[in-house]
């Protein structure tokens, strides 16, 4: 496990008390009898020093903050505003109107004072104080803060949550003079902007009964919750997202009446657009309206039942009115019916179950949390006393676990009296993200029988801005106070176990071994070295599914094969890059003899590092530099180096080479370029200072000699040499051997060379999950502003959907691909409101902060933008993903827009520069919606970039593609390597014109120190070899988990029909058999990384996903008569709700009968062979045995069609009155 920080709890409690300690009692008394009733809310840093809090609202007083502070040092700043020593900045939003900030200083400087004053503050400029009084002392430990509020505020509800946060700024080191050298910070909450206070009352939690058994990740990710948790206990809660209330006037209506939903809104935000969407039974929308929010949070929808026309009309039957506030935020839902039916549970219901193994000594949590909105960082906390003995006092017994809704894995914390919130993490947590919410899924080791339990849901709406939504369960459960925390009884009840579990997929469902040649060009590899080199190197790697925050089912073993190239070989290489390597324009060094800019470029590397290279009587350098195409040095490699090797050319062998040539081999400094051709503007661009390369073919090369460059390291610096500008200990990821001097460090350049490339580039992981499909449409629209880019004529000057459509063709060859490509204008009346509003919000801010002479770009604000292109990418037919019927057939469209700005200069979405996103499908977060572009005229006409890689790149996310400088540890932390940023053919590098070379060269060719008439990076980028490997792969193993999970599903089915898994249909067994043979061909052919062949992995694989599929729609079959028609048993999962009550007299017969008669004549129910008996000796009344199949069918102990057998009998007596001529009376069942 590795440590990093995890979102720990942003929840600190307030104390409602009476009495509060007093100003003078606090400069009196220490902390322990002061305040030796009340568990503080108490943080340990990573020095190992506390923060306690107690946050306290004194009845007919109001607000009071007492905070501790442990902290051994005591530096002293001079002639610094506003503080000279450690400091604690609390911020405090008492109202909706009104924010304070708490200043508290160690030297005793302290104030309180309101929000706008703030700036002022920082400055100096404002030094009173207003509305409270801030004390500050001493203590043995530190020092102490006291704040009282004048006013009495409201205290803090559960609709109206103190917003809080606060800053610590530790001065840890000061130079003689006073000046700072060292500090550290702490922020509460420690990811999130703002947390919350919450009042704690003094009502203990009653104790919750657990299941006995144990959950196992195989389970809660493929297992169906229902199933899994049919025999346990669940605990309902309130979901922390309140903003959204509704109620309708009532529940049952007539055709001629008109629904009223009243809507109430709790948020911050200013958001006033609601949209009101009815879905009839099918989850089809039927009817959908606008409205705004008033003032005072409230609005309401008029549905006229009988004026909706066509084949919208509404009729008898059940309905879902679902309200959204804003675009893509919280949703509410409420059910209304036509007619007299049973309303079923609202699934906008959040709970949890929990079990305990006795025999591992564990505990298991699954809990489910509806969350509609499906944006921000949402997550769950669970708190646990293993021991179940602490009170008012965490010990190290406690512990915590946390998962997010944007990071994989679970974060584990420890307790030591406090909570030590550099989190260990934990990959066993879980989490399955769906339309409406998520489930999360905890194991916990070494828990006692006795041991206590609490949960803390946060719910980060993202439409709050950086307010959050929570709620604890149970009602007390904060994180520092497990007196509160829920008390467990086990139960005897277990989860049942099912025969059909032998049929389970593992969370990984196929290996692969893969050999890596780490070749060695120019020297032999050095056996200590290698050693130390091998023990540093991955051996193994699963790669994740970035938006499904899981793996992606695959695990490849790595064979490490060092091999060294011949003197002969590598001499021959190194005399090819002598005789192709030139001098650059001008030069890198940066020395200028006038000393304008001092040093820049290579210049502060030299001077900095390697004086040897200088000229001591003039410091002038002695050496020379020269650069060399990299497509030439690829091309060389693969020619001369891997093409003539056997064991470099298997199918299943990647290569790493390392060019070892140092000053003896190559006298001068050198790195490479590359010039490329614009496929739409035939412009060329020219991309510098590499250090390696590689894409075209199965290898990368390293050159370990090649001058470093890095983004930064180039700006002009008068002393390289001091801690300031320059960093001489380059330690970064661009270092090379001409700055290693042991063999410790080349060593671990090697292994981080080499585990970088295997996790980013060979078998890196994906953002969405590849998916299959027989033919892909891009439906690309060029929205204009103004833009002469609009013009019909002009757009083949720098979009070319040959290209597009060239290169996907080539990433999936076994499917067909469309491009369709039209423009629109902005302008258009046809064009969405909310998307042309989002592109308007322009802000304009200055490229480099404080020097407004480098320009000005326009940015667009990300996540107006993202929402406003998911409303419109809705309205698109974007094909459903993952239906895997018919999917020999089966379409994808992916809408895709690129907007052309008229402005002169340059448009970034947000201020870090970005051009594009892809972002989650707002009916499923696990999946790509669609793909955004921005550019400018500007960027077009005059830097000549094309738009054809940006859409490329775009496209490639929505395809699955990560970056291939992102990715994750096998643990699942996420992690970043700059070296595959730029230096390599892909197209989802960030390597495009103007972003190829890096800040400083960016700026050297603003001040025209380095003459360039185009923008740097690599115009012509592709799907490399790497890519598309990977590609296929994660086809073949979705297809794979495709076909396990269909023959799972099937068992259970089947099992749960009462048949014997032991004593299957021959015919069943044969199917199984041909989908385990296709699937058994398809890991084979992957494993020899045979991938798109007619008869490789892919072709395998679908063949087996296609018949388990099959296999699915037929595993309900009861029985078969040919002469009849087929349909679909279809039983809404509420009526068994109604059986139930039925079977336990909690409704009469009589509305039962009422209620499936009514169903059925609705064609809500579906029931086959329904023809009534027309003899006169029908009956009126039930069998005693239909009420017990009911009940028998509620608790699942017969089948759907054993129960629907009953239905036909009542039918049959009369019992049951249905209309002939509307329902199924010829129909078999086929499910």
């Given at each position: 496990?590795d440590?990093s920080?995890?979102?720990?709890s942003?929840v600190?409690?307030?104390?409602i008390?009476d009495?509060v300690?007093t ?11 002061l305040?030796?009733n009340?568990a503080p809310?108490s943080?340990?840093?990573?020095n190992?020093?506390k923060?306690d809090?107690?946050?306290f ?12 502070v442990?902290?051994?040092?005591d530096e002293?700043l001079?002639?610094y505003i ?6 604690l900045?609390t ?9 304070y ?6 030297n005793g400087?302290?104030?309180l004072f ?5 700036n002022?503050f ?6 009173g ?6 004390e500050?002392k001493?203590t ?9 509020f004048?006013?009495?505020y ?5 609709d109206?949550q103190?917003p809080?946060?606060?800053?610590y700024?530790?001065i ?9 050298e ?11 902007t703002?947390?919350n ?22 389970d809660?990710?493929y297992?169906?919750l ?10 309902s809660?309130e979901?922390a997202d ?7 006037n009532?529940q049952?209506y007539?055709?001629?009446d008109v629904?009223?939903i ?21 989850e089809?929308?039927v009817f959908?309206?606008f409205?705004?929010?008033?003032k005072k ?6 549905i006229?039942?009988d ?7 509404f009729?008898?039957?059940l309905?879902?009115?679902?309200v959204e506030?804003?675009i893509?935020?919280?949703k509410k839902?409420t059910?209304?019916?036509?007619g007299n039916?049973?309303?079923p549970?609202s699934?906008d219901?959040?709970y949890f179950?929990?079990t305990?193994d ?11 949390v509806?969350?509609?909105s499906?944006?921000g960082r949402?997550q769950v906390?669970i708190?646990v ?6 009170e008012?006092?965490?010990d190290e017994?406690?512990?915590s ?21 550099h ?15 998520y ?7 070494d828990?006692g029988?006795?041991f206590?339990?609490a949960i ?6 993202e ?5 959050l939504?929570s709620t ?5 459960a904060?994180?520092?106070h497990?007196?509160f925390?829920?008390e467990v009884?086990i139960?005897?009840e277990?989860?049942?176990?099912m025969?059909?579990?032998?049929y ?7 290996t ?13 590899w050095?056996s ?5 080199i ?6 193994e790697?699963s790669?994740?599914?970035?938006q499904e925050?899981?793996?992606?089912g695959i695990?490849y073993h790595?064979?490490?094969n ?7 070989d590598?001499?021959?290489l ?5 005789s192709e390597s030139?001098s ?12 304008v800019?001092?040093?820049?470029g290579f ?7 390697h ?7 003039d410091d002038m350098f002695?050496i020379?530099f ?6 030439k040095m690829e091309e ?9 090797n056997?064991?470099?050319t298997?199918?299943s ?8 040539g140092?000053m003896?081999d190559?006298d ?5 370029d590359l ?10 661009h020219?991309?510098?200072?590499m250090m390696?390369?590689?894409?075209k073919y199965?290898?990368y090369?390293?050159?370990?000699y090649s ?6 390291q180039?700006f002009?610096d ?7 500008g320059?960093?001489?200990t380059w ?6 051997l001409?700055?290693?001097h042991t063999?410790?460090?080349?060593a671990?350049l090697i292994s ?12 890196p992981?994906?953002?969405?999950e590849p998916?299959?499909k027989s ?7 060029l929205?204009s ?24 063709e080539?990433?999936t060859p076994?499917?067909?691909?469309e491009?369709k490509?039209?423009?629109?204008d902005i ?6 409101t ?5 592109i308007?919000?322009?802000?304009e801010?200055?490229?480099y902060p404080g020097?407004?002479e ?9 996540e ?7 409303e419109w990418?809705?309205?698109q037919q ?5 239906d895997?019927?018919d999917?020999e057939?089966?379409i ?10 008229d402005?002169q ?9 970005g051009s594009g996103?892809?972002?989650?499908h ?8 669609c793909?955004?572009g921005?550019m ?11 738009a ?7 496209i490639g996310?929505?395809?699955s593609?990560?970056?291939?400088f992102?990715?994750y540890t096998d643990?699942g932390?996420f992690?970043?390597q700059d070296?595959f940023?730029?230096w ?5 590098a ?11 060269y ?5 001040v ?6 185009s923008?740097?990076g690599?115009?012509?980028?592709f ?9 296929s792969?994660?086809?073949t193993v979705?297809?794979i988990?495709?076909?396990?999970i ?16 032991n004593n299957l ?7 199984v058999?041909e989908i ?12 020899g ?5 007619p008869?490789?992995?892919i072709k395998?694989?679908?063949?087996a ?7 699915a729609?037929k595993?309900n079959?009861s029985?078969?008569v040919?002469?009849?028609?087929k349909?679909?048993?279809d039983i ?8 139930k009550w039925w079977s ?7 509305e ?5 008669e009514?169903?059925?004549n609705?064609?809500?129910l ?8 027309q003899?006169?000796s ?6 005693s045995?239909?009420?017990n199949n009911?009940?028998w069918?509620?608790n699942d102990?017969?089948?759907d069609?054993d129960?629907?057998s009953a239905i ?7 019992i049951i009155?249905?209309d002939?001529s509307e329902?199924?009376t010829t129909?078999i069942?086929?499910?």
């Open positions: 496990m440590e920080y995890g979102s720990f942003p600190l409690p307030i104390y008390e009495d300690p100003i003078a009692e606090f400069k009196k008394m220490n902390q322990n009898l305040l030796k009340h809310h943080i340990l840093r990573d190992g020093e923060i809090t107690y946050l609202y004194e009845k007919s007083k109001g607000i009071r903050i007492i905070t501790y442990e902290d051994s040092t002293q001079k002639n506003p503080f000279t020593t450690d400091h900045l911020y405090l939003q008492v109202n909706e109107n009104e924010i900030f708490i200043y508290a200083e160690r400087n302290a104030c309101p929000l706008e004053k703030l002022d920082w400055t100096g400029v404002y030094s104080c207003s509305d409270g009084a801030v500050v001493e043995d430990e530190g020092f102490a803060i006291y704040t009282k004048f006013d009495e409201y205290t803090s509800t559960k109206f103190y809080f946060y606060f800053d700024f530790d840890t080191k000061t130079s003689d003079d006073g000046l700072l060292e500090y550290q910070t702490y922020h509460f909450p420690d990811i999130q703002i947390g206070a919450i009042p704690i009352s003094d009502q203990k939690s009653k104790k919750i009964q657990v299941n006995s058994g144990k959950i196992d990740v195989n809660f990710l297992k169906p229902d199933i899994m948790t049919e025999d346990l206990k669940r605990n809660f979901c309140d903003t959204i209330s509704l109620i309708s009532k049952f007539d055709i001629e629904v009223r009243d809507v109430k809104i709790n948020s911050f935000s200013n958001e006033e657009r609601l949209k009101l969407k009815v879905y009839d039974e099918n089809e929308i959908e309206k409205s705004t929010v008033s949070g409230e609005s309401f929808f008029l006229d039942l004026n909706n026309s066509g084949a919208d009309k009729h008898k039957g309905y879902r009115a679902e506030y804003g893509d935020g919280s839902s059910y209304f019916a036509i039916m049973q309303i549970e699934f219901t959040c179950y929990l305990f006795a025999y591992s000594n564990s505990a298991s949590v699954l809990i489910h509806s969350d509609s499906n944006s949402d906390q708190f006393d293993k021991k179940g003995d602490s008012n006092k965490l017994n406690d512990v676990f946390s998962i997010n809704t944007k990071d994989i894995g679970a974060h584990e914390y420890t307790s030591d009296g406090s909570w030590i919130t989190a260990k993490h934990n990959p066993d947590g879980r989490l399955l993200l769906n339309n409406y919410g489930d999360a899924f905890f194991h916990i080791k828990v029988k006795d206590k339990f803390e849901q946060i719910d980060d709406t439409i709050e801005g950086a307010f939504k604890q369960i149970p009602s007390n904060f994180s520092t497990p007196e925390w829920y009884e139960v005897d277990k989860i049942s176990p025969n059909a579990d032998v389970q997929p593992d969370e990984i469902v196929i692969q071994l893969l050999d890596v040649n780490l070749i060695l060009v120019g020297d032999t050095d200590e070295i290698k050693d130390m091998t023990k540093n190197l991955n051996l790697y790669p994740y599914i970035a925050l899981n793996r992606a695990t790595y064979d490490y060092f091999v060294d190239v011949s003197e002969n590598s001499n021959g190194f005399e090819y890059m002598k030139k650059w324009r001008g030069t890198f060094y940066g020395e200028n003899t006038e000393t800019y001092e040093y820049w210049a502060p590397w030299i001077k900095g590092n004086t040897e290279w200088m000229r001591h009587y002695d020379d020269k650069t060399m195409d990299a497509s060389y490699i693969q020619q001369n180096i891997i093409s003539k056997n064991v470099f298997k199918p062998a990647v290569n790493l080479v390392f060019i070892s140092d003896d190559i001068f400094l050198h790195s490479y010039k490329t051709q614009d496929v739409a503007t035939k412009k060329f020219e991309a510098v200072g390696g390369f590689g894409g199965n290898f090369f390293f050159d370990l001058v470093p460059w890095h983004d930064t180039g002009p008068s002393d390289p040499t001091d801690d300031w320059y960093d001489k330690n970064n990821d661009m270092i090379n001409h700055d290693i063999d410790k460090r080349h671990q981080d060379y080499t585990n970088n490339a295997t996790s980013f580039l060979i078998t992981s994906y953002v969405y998916i299959y033919k892909y449409v891009a439906d690309i629209v929205v502003m103004g833009s002469d880019s609009s013009i019909p004529s002009l757009t083949d000057k720098f979009f070319n959907s040959e290209k597009i459509k060239r290169e996907l080539k990433l076994f499917s067909e691909w491009i490509f039209t423009v629109q302008s258009d009346g046809s064009f969405p909310s998307l042309r509003n989002a308007n919000e322009q802000e801010i200055v490229i020097y407004p480098f320009g000005t770009i326009h940015i667009v604000n990300s107006k933008i993202k929402k406003a292109v998911i990418a809705s309205s974007t094909g459903d993903i993952n895997y019927k999917i057939d089966s994808w469209t992916i809408p895709v827009i690129l907007i052309i700005d402005k200069n340059y448009l970034w979405i947000d201020n870090w520069g996103f892809a972002p989650s707002p009916d499923d977060p696990t999946q790509p919606c793909a955004l921005v400018t005229d500007w960027e077009i006409w005059n830097d000549k970039q094309g054809t890689d940006l859409v490329l790149h775009e996310h929505t395809m593609f990560m970056h291939p992102m990715g643990e932390e992690v970043t070296y940023k730029k390599y053919w892909g197209v989802m960030y390597n495009q014109p103007n972003q190829g070379c890096g800040y400083w960016d700026w050297a060719v603003d025209e120190l380095i003459p360039d008439d923008t740097c690599i115009a012509d980028t799907f490399t070899e790497f890519d598309r490997d990977n590609y792969r994660g086809i979705n297809l988990k495709t076909a396990k269909n023959i799972y599903n099937s068992m259970i089915e089947l099992e749960r029909d009462g048949k014997d898994l249909s021959q015919e069943t067994k044969n199917t058999s385990n043979s296709l699937l058994n061909k398809a890991e084979s052919k992957l494993k990384n045979d991938l798109n062949s008869d490789g992995s395998n694989a679908l063949d996903a296609i018949l388990s599929s099959q296999f729609e595993s079959v029985y078969e040919q002469d009849k028609s349909i679909k048993l809404p999962p509420w009526i068994k709700s109604n059986a336990n007299d909690a409704i009469t017969t009589s039962f009968l009422t209620a499936i009514f169903l059925i609705q064609r809500i579906i029931i086959p062979d329904t023809t009534p008996n003899s006169e029908m009956t009126s009344e039930v069998p045995w239909v009420k009911a009940s069918w509620a102990v017969i089948s069609s129960f629907v036909q009998y009542l039918i049959s007596q009369g009155q249905i002939s329902v199924n129909t069942i086929v499910e």
